[in-house]
């Protein structure tokens, strides 16, 4: 696999960040993922602009132009032949070739690093046909999670505390409310409405929420944004994640409830139909 770091396209093998990289010392970065369906890019625009705004919050220098990151993401795709996939990117601060908690000097350099990941099938995964089965676990993440930093660890961990318990995914809980799952947003539908969150600092602004939220009104489906309790979501019709690298997943237990028949519920599976065909 060629890799970018830096200015460079290098052998995944040859690629190399210092070890007093704040990315590596403090999770001091940000990251992006974007998906990629017949070699193509899914949404570029929203995720650069998503890039400059967690940027900003953290008074981390744009490390390229917008321009410059789509070729990079372009050229990256051509070199790997990547039809279904996805790209990694990650912007850390850098460093001055020390650890120090206060941050390095304006002249500090952030490095740039993006990759590849060659996923074919993803469109038509199984996964999605049979539907995830989810658990809920504390919310304990710190309270900016509308950045989309690299400090993954509790997510990863709850990830594992769902497969331990022969599920797939966990949504998290906060104040007696859903705030999202570990890497996706959460949906819930009943009577032919969908409830979602509203955006907040509470959960991170997904890229593929927005297409899909569009593409529901577009689609005359009704949409209440507002603050649900897993409660509601276990006496859901139906439910489903949205996230670049699932696009709409639908969900079919909760905390060992079963939703509707305990397959993916129309409104999932309609969604997910015309997300795909709108990104082809
Ligand atoms: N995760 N919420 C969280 C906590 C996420 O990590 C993600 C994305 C989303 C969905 O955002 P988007 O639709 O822009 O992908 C929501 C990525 C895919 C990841 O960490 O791999």
């Known amino acids: 696999r060629t890799v970018y770091v830096n200015g460079e396209y290098l052998p995944e093998t040859e690629a190399k960040v210092s070890i007093f990289d704040r990315g590596f010392l403090f999770a001091d970065a940000v990251y992006e993922v974007t998906s990629v369906l017949d070699g193509k890019l899914i949404d570029f625009e929203g995720h650069a602009v998503r890039l400059e705004r967690s940027l900003n919050e953290l008074e981390m220098k744009s490390p390229c132009t917008k321009d410059e990151l789509l070729e990079i993401h372009r050229k990256l795709v051509e070199l790997n032949g990547i039809e279904e996939g996805l790209v990694y990117l990650q912007v850390s601060r ?21 990759f590849t990941q060659n996923k074919p099938g993803l469109a038509n995964s199984p996964a999605a046909q049979k539907g995830a089965k ?4 504390e919310d304990i993440r710190w309270g900016r999670r509308d950045i989309k930093t690299v400090q993954l660890l509790y997510p990863s961990m709850g990830k594992m505390m769902a497969k331990k318990a022969g599920c797939d995914d966990a949504w998290m809980i906060q104040d007696g409310y859903v705030t999202e799952g570990t890497s996706n947003n959460a949906y819930y539908v009943k009577d032919g409405k969908i409830i ?10 997904g890229i593929t929420r927005k297409a899909v939220l569009r593409l529901a009104e577009e689609a005359q489906m009704q949409i209440e944004e507002r603050l649900f309790t897993i409660d509601e979501a276990k006496e859901a019709d139906e439910a489903f994640t949205t996230s670049a690298s ?13 939703l509707g028949d305990g397959t993916p519920g129309p409104i999932a599976k309609r969604l997910r139909e015309i997300y795909l065909e709108e990104s082809r």
């Not at 850098?94 to 993006?114: A, K």
């Not at 979602?196 to 602004?205: A, G, K, V, W």
């Open 94 to 114: 850098g460093s001055d070739g020390d650890r120090d908690f206060v941050f390095p000097g304006e002249d500090t350099e952030p490095s740039l690093v993006l």
């Open 134 to 137: 989810v658990i809920s676990i």
């Open 196 to 205: 979602t969150r509203p955006l907040s600092n509470d959960i991170l602004h």
């Open 246 to 258: 699932a696009f709409v997943m639908p969900v079919v237990e909760i905390d060992g409830a079963t």
